[in-house]
């Protein structure tokens, strides 16, 4: 019988391909996004100096369903906006495997309209 791997386990495969190809500076950091069911979060890290300089998720913004598009929309614009504040004008967009459908495609739209430049 030929085992199948889960999707998540194939996921991490991607993220950790990609994570050898993408780092974040000081001049671009790296925006990551995770989604789960019920939240989506995006990060923007420094990868030189290994530290999270922005961080937004779609519980601290406290909206009622934080696992669909809208939740997704609100967290870019949110982390767009805190990026301006830190005087992050660019950065690297790293989807963490996830296929640029969906969430991770109205976060980054979202991210891009706020004023975002990736």
Not at 14 to 41: C, M, Q, W, Y
Not at 74 to 88: Q, S
Not at 92 to 105: C, I, P, Q, S, T
């Amino acid at each position: 019988m030929i085992k199948k791997n889960s999707r998540n386990s194939e996921r991490v495969r991607r993220h950790a391909r990609v994570r050898g190809k993408v780092l974040g500076d000081n001049k671009t950091p790296r925006l990551v996004v995770f989604r789960s069911n019920k939240n989506i979060e995006a990060q923007i890290i420094d990868d030189n100096k290994k530290v999270t300089l922005v961080s937004v998720n779609s519980k601290s913004l406290k909206l009622k369903n934080g696992g669909n598009v809208e939740a997704a929309k609100a967290v870019g614009k949110a982390i767009a906006e805190k990026a301006k504040e830190k005087k992050i004008s660019a950065v690297k967009f790293d989807r963490a495997g996830y296929l640029y459908h969906g969430r991770v495609e109205a976060l980054a739209n979202a991210a891009r309209e706020a004023g975002l430049k990736f």
